[in-house]
Nanobody, 117 residues
Framework: VQLVESGGGLVQPGGSLRLSCAAS????????MSWHRRVPGKEREFVAT????????NYADSLKGRFTISRDNAKNTVYLQMNGLKPEDTAVYYC???????????WGQGTQVTVSS
């Protein structure tokens, strides 16, 4: 099982980024897939989730309207579209998977997002 995040980088305030989480070893459409983020010195916080076959999504209240989680079942990949980025969105973003067919959960290695002018 592997989760590989990509798409992070440096962006100016107000800009956009799309993060990708490519999964292998299980099927994202049969899993609970989430994005979380961690700012240095702070606890990791929930960003968004997309749930199993239903595809139901949920977001941290503070991020609703700016961030969108989605998935491409054919590519077995989950995305996080981030718009209207703010300096306080600067963090390492992690992909998390709870495959329904497996007995544990998994984290990706993280991808750095820096919002700065």
């Amino acid at each position: 099982v592997q989760l590989v995040e990509s798409g992070g980088g440096l962006v100016q305030p107000g800009g956009s980024l799309r993060l990708s989480c490519a999964a292998s070893g299980f099927t994202v459409s049969s899993s609970v897939m989430s994005w979380h983020r961690r700012v240095p010195g702070k606890e990791r916080e929930f960003v968004a989730t997309i749930i199993g076959v239903s595809g139901i999504t949920n977001y941290a209240d503070s991020l609703k309207g700016r961030f969108t989680i989605s998935r491409d079942n054919a590519k077995n990949t989950v995305y996080l579209q981030m718009n209207g980025l703010k300096p306080e969105d600067t963090a390492v973003y992690y992909c998390h998977a709870v495959p329904l067919s497996l007995s544990r959960n998994y984290w990706g290695q993280g991808t750095q997002v820096t919002v700065s002018s």
